[in-house]
């Protein structure tokens, strides 16, 4: 069974700064990309970020790109999202989640086989 919990959401003023982890667990993850959506209310679930597990190639979306960075712990198998510069436009539910190795990184959430809960970011002016 593979869980993904995501941990480190919360209440943070404009300009502030958050770092979300998610915690792999119920197999190995070498050879899976790894990725960040988010899902504002009223609106569908987008991609943010992912990472390759084995080769740390890393893709943005490109309003997050300069602000956001991806990372991971193949040891502890967790990854991170450090969120800088956060706007309010930011706020959303993130999920964590994990698709099958390819050499192109996925940004549709069908893509996505193991998902986590998701945790509140919330972004005030």
């Known amino acids: 069974q593979v869980q993904l919990v995501e941990s480190g959401g919360g209440l943070v003023q404009t300009g502030g700064s958050l770092r979300l982890s998610c915690a792999a667990s119920?197999?190995?993850?070498?050879?899976?990309?790894m990725a960040w959506f988010r899902q504002a209310p009223g609106k569908e679930r987008e991609f943010v970020a992912a990472?390759?597990?084995?080769?740390?190639?890393?893709l943005y979306a490109e309003s997050v790109k300069g602000r956001f960075t991806i990372s991971r712990d193949n040891a502890k198998n967790m990854v991170y999202l450090q969120m800088n510069s956060l706007k309010s436009e930011d706020t959303a539910v993130y999920y964590c989640?994990?698709?099958?190795?390819?050499?192109?990184?996925?940004?549709?959430?069908?893509?996505?086989?193991?998902w986590g809960q998701g945790t509140q970011v919330t972004v005030s002016s």
């Open positions: 990472i390759h597990w084995s080769n740390s190639g890393t």
């Open positions: 119920g197999r190995s993850f070498s050879s899976s990309i």
């Open positions: 989640a994990a698709a099958p190795f390819s050499l192109v990184i996925p940004t549709t959430p069908i893509k996505y086989a193991n």
